[in-house]
C-alpha cells in the first residue's frame, strides 16, 4: 500500500527555517519522481518543488526559489524540503505526492500527472508569523 506521511510543520517566525519530511512507504521512492505543493486558505492550490527519479532534475516554483532546497534520501525513503527566509506568505498547508508512473524527470506534464492522479499525503501546516 502506497503511504506518504508529512511531518516538520509548525509556527516559525519571518526569517526562520524549518525542513519539512515526507517518509513514503509501498514502493521505491529512487523510481518515482516527489513533488510538494502547498494551499493557503482561500487560495488554489501552488506547485512549490519537485524532485525527479533517480536524483533526477528539480523544479522550484517563482516563489520560493533560492530559499527552498529538495532533496531525496532512498536510504531512509524521505523526501526533505528545506524552507529558509520563511515569510508569512509562505504560510500553508503543505503536501507532498508521488507521480503515478516510474522513470520520469520533472516537467509540467510529471508535475500535473501527479497533481492530479498521483498519491497524496495529508499535509503538514506551516504557519509563518511574529
Known amino acids: 500500500q502506497v503511504q506518504l506521511v508529512e511531518s516538520g510543520g509548525g509556527l516559525v517566525q519571518p526569517g526562520g527555517s524549518l525542513r519539512l519530511a515526507c517518509v513514503v512507504s509501498?514502493?521505491?521512492?529512487?523510481?518515482?519522481?516527489i513533488g510538494w505543493f502547498r494551499q493557503a486558505p482561500g487560495k488554489e492550490r501552488e506547485r512549490v518543488s519537485c524532485?525527479?527519479?533517480?536524483?533526477?532534475?528539480?523544479y522550484y516554483g517563482d516563489s520560493v526559489k533560492g530559499r527552498f532546497t529538495i532533496s531525496r534520501h532512498n536510504d531512509n525513503n524521505t523526501v526533505y524540503l528545506q524552507m529558509d527566509t520563511l515569510k508569512p506568505e509562505d504560510t500553508a498547508v503543505y503536501y507532498c505526492?508521488?507521480?503515478?508512473?516510474?522513470?520520469?524527470?520533472?516537467?509540467?506534464?510529471?508535475?500535473?500527472?501527479?497533481?492530479?492522479?498521483?498519491?497524496w499525503g495529508q499535509g503538514t501546516q506551516v504557519t509563518v508569523s511574529s
Open positions: 505526492a508521488a507521480d503515478l508512473e516510474p522513470f520520469h524527470l520533472c516537467s509540467d506534464a510529471t508535475i500535473n500527472r501527479m497533481s492530479v492522479d498521483g498519491s
Open positions: 524532485i525527479g527519479s533517480s536524483h533526477g532534475n528539480t
Open positions: 509501498g514502493f521505491t521512492l529512487d523510481y518515482y519522481a
